[in-house]
């Protein structure tokens, strides 16, 4: 199965705009889109980044023994299991979702027993389950590339293409000062320099694979999706063989157009104009030690004068 499994995959550093580049993907007729964040990972992925990132965003390991259903319940999947399962405490319960967990794992483990239990096979189960399992979800004629998003997972770029070979991984680097300015929104934000070492480890990995797979590792700027979505994706669709479809200028979510990204990430309006006002949020002792943490890849995606451009007026 995962030999010819064709899966997008997203990754980004938190608050870096991988949820809104997710979303822009939504409504295209080529792609299947996963409906939330990914969170593939396992608690039993553990390696020298396990203290830095989550294990839910990892890409995943798995027990040598296992069955198929024990596979399935070791991936995490906190968001789409959450709405599955308890839909009144989720973040997404406003959203229509025809949707069983419990049907899922079946259709899973069928898969699994015909293809056979390995890491690129698990995942590829994973994904085609959901979607046969989802109700409600707008199929096209089309589609044949799956799309999944999970912060941070660009760290295991390697061997998500390893294990898939027909797979590529798209990342998400959004310029640090906007980056940090949303996540000190969150209820318990982490420190700047906390942050800042993962975002420093992120655009590490992802320079360094763009260079080792350059057909198959893809970056892209959030600043450019928000500028320009269409043009800027679709250089992305065009590289995995899809059509520059008109459904890349809107977000969405299962192809219904979204007024703001937001729950699906912190970033509520994804412009050049919110994103420079963020930036600006703040404190310039904030922004001279974000920009003395970060300098080496400033000029690497071209942020070193972002703090003093200027928002022009789209035509």
Known sequence: MSGNFRLLMIGAMYENGGNTT????????????????????????????????????????????????????????????????????????????DFCDDNRMKVYAELIKQSGRSRGNNMAAFFKSTFEAWKDYKRTSEQSVYVGYSPIIGVDGE??????????????????????????KRPV?????????????????????REKYPNRFHIVRAEDVMDNSHKTLSAICEKLGLEAADSLKTPSWNGEPLAEVYPWG???????????????????AEKDEIRAMTWQYLDVFDYTNFLNSKVLARK
Not at 266 to 284: G, V, Y
């Open 22 to 97: 997710h979303r822009f993907l939504d409504g295209h007729p080529q792609m299947f889109v996963y409906p939330f964040e990914s969170q593939p990972g396992t608690r039993l992925v553990m390696d020298h980044l396990s203290s830095m990132f989550p294990v839910k965003y990892r890409w995943p390991a798995f027990e040598l023994a296992a069955t198929p259903e024990q596979d399935y319940k070791a991936i995490i999947d906190e968001e789409c299991k959450v709405r599955a399962r308890t839909p009144n405490v989720s973040k997404f319960r406003h959203m229509p979702f």
């Open 159 to 184: 061997k998500i293409l390893s294990d898939l070979p027909e797979a590529h991984v798209l990342h998400v680097v959004r310029n640090p000062w906007s980056a940090y300015a949303d996540t000190k």
């Open 189 to 209: 934000p982490l420190s700047l320099e906390h942050y800042m070492l993962g975002w420093n480890m992120n655009q590490y990995f992802a320079v360094r694979l």
């Open 266 to 284: 912190t970033i509520r309006k994804a412009t050049p104009e919110a994103n420079l006002a963020t930036a600006n949020e703040l404190s310039d």
